[in-house]
């Protein structure tokens, strides 16, 4: 029989009366002296409880000194003995130590694996939320859009020819060329080049808040009371009250035009990276992402909600449901799309291209390009008012107002100026037209002269002589 603990017939051999082993005295005395317990099961165990086995046995001589050979193999003996006992122990940590460690593991694997399901069932109720949203703003708003009466007050074309710019801001924001007017009229949103974005009063003539982005800005927009900006780093800024409430950056190249969806709290960004990215305000997250195979340079969706068209670097305009991300339909042009807007009455698209005169007009009901507008000049920037009736534009020649007759089918130009603007928009009810412009100027009488050797912007607003 041997020792469970040195695997060596024992010298003094005692019996744990918990497991039933046999081991050498000294030993499991040792053993219990420090860990109180049977080594094999691990129940308590003191010394006075061991069973002694009485065996025959030669007696041993007296120990001799230390210089004797006897002696040296009693000390090696001993060590031999603690050694064992130690490797032992350390058997059993590691197997025990492995135990907690599998438990471990399988506990955490239990976990991420909850974890992982709980995420996607959250995920899936959002993506639901957002999509129920869509669909019940499509059907409110398609059900009577293209019969809804034009506003009472609304212009008239002869109304809007009577235009002339009124008054305008002080020079401010260096490069200034993006603009965007809140839906009371009252606050354009413009920036630049050097990383600044304000918010300007339009009744008071000043600026109200500067807001700070990490890079050129590329295009903005008003969502409700919330700034939205987007960069040429790549980020889409949302600020609220002056102060920047999220910053998204799913875009991994210059972020190239924003646009905003009829629920009012979801926003799409196009970029260089060839996608589109759309975002939910509500819960400050991103929606989804989808790519294509060209870069985009400017974004607007359809006034019900349901179509998204994106203009590209090759020419096309891409148009997807936004619900799918599947492709609608593509419009092609004959070089890279600048801009592009639906009619309010969801009727039309409108599309400019970089550096050109002109504009086209696709009709989405056959997908056919219906009119090619020769505007003489070449065209930054397009707006149509909400009435689909109107179509703003704006150059480095002038601003003008397009007007398409429903009943007559034919278009018309009731206002042309030579105000140049980088960017235009109209104000509250059509009631007025702002243009953002890069010169510094002067007024002579009624009218503003430029000093186009400047580099800051200025407001200008048109609407009837008082």
Not at 251 to 272: F, N, Q
Request: proline residues 5%; charged residues 20%.
């Amino acid at each position: 029989m041997l020792c469970a603990i040195s695997g060596e017939a024992p010298q003094v051999p005692v019996v744990s009366p918990k497991s039933g082993s046999l081991f050498e005295k000294r030993l499991i005395e040792a053993y219990i002296a420090e860990n109180g317990k049977d080594p094999v099961n691990g129940e308590e165990l003191a010394a006075d409880e061991l069973i002694e086995i009485k065996t025959q046995r030669v007696v041993r001589p007296r120990p001799p000194t230390l210089t004797s050979i006897p002696s040296l193999l009693s000390v090696f003996q001993e060590e031999w003995d603690a050694t064992v006992l130690e490797t032992y122990t350390l058997q059993q940590n590691l197997a025990q130590t492995r135990r907690e460690l599998s438990t471990a593991l399988y506990q955490h694997d239990a976990a991420v694996r909850v974890i992982a399901r709980l995420t996607k069932e959250r995920d899936e109720a959002r993506d639901a939320s957002v999509l129920e949203r869509v669909e019940t703003t499509q059907a409110t708003l398609a059900k009577g859009r293209r019969k809804r009466p034009i506003p009472e007050g609304w212009p008239t074309g002869d109304a809007i020819s009577e235009y002339k710019p009124v008054e305008s801001s002080e020079p401010l924001y260096p490069g200034g060329h993006t603009l965007a007017v809140n839906n009371t009229g009252e606050l354009a949103l413009v920036g630049g080049p050097d990383g600044l974005a304000g918010v300007y009063s339009l009744p008071q003539k000043s600026v109200v808040q500067t807001l700070k982005i990490d890079g050129a800005v590329t295009d903005a927009l008003w969502a409700g009371d919330k700034a939205v900006i987007g960069s040429a780093t790549g980020s889409v800024k949302v600020f609220e009250n002056g102060n920047e409430v999220v910053s998204f950056s799913s875009h991994a190249g210059e972020v190239t035009a924003v646009a905003l969806h009829a629920t009012g709290d979801i926003i799409a960004s196009v970029g260089v990276d060839k996608s589109y990215v759309l975002y939910d305000l509500s819960q400050n997250r991103v929606i989804t992402q989808i790519f294509t195979d060209s870069a985009l340079l400017s974004v607007n969706i359809h006034p019900d909600g349901h179509l998204l068209a994106a203009g590209g670097a090759d020419g096309q305009i891409k148009v997807f449901d936004i619900k799918t991300g599947a492709g609608a339909a593509d419009f092609t042009m004959s070089s890279p799309v600048r801009s592009l807007v639906f009619s309010e009455n969801g009727t039309f698209l409108a599309a400019a291209t970089a550096n050109s005169t002109t504009v086209s007009i696709w009709d989405l009901r056959n997908g056919k390009e219906t009119k090619v507008l020769d505007i003489g000049g070449q065209v930054n920037s397009i707006c149509w008012d909400y009435t689909g009736q109107f179509l703003l534009t704006g150059g480095p020649t002038g601003v003008t107002v397009q007007q398409f007759n429903k009943s007559a089918k034919e278009w018309s130009e009731p206002l042309r100026s030579a105000v140049p603007a980088v960017a235009v928009s109209w104000g509250s009810a059509a009631q007025s037209i702002v243009a953002l412009n890069e010169g510094e100027h002067s007024w002579a009488g009624n009218l503003p002269v430029f000093f186009t050797n400047s580099y800051r912007c200025t407001f200008i607003t048109f609407s009837k002589f008082t």
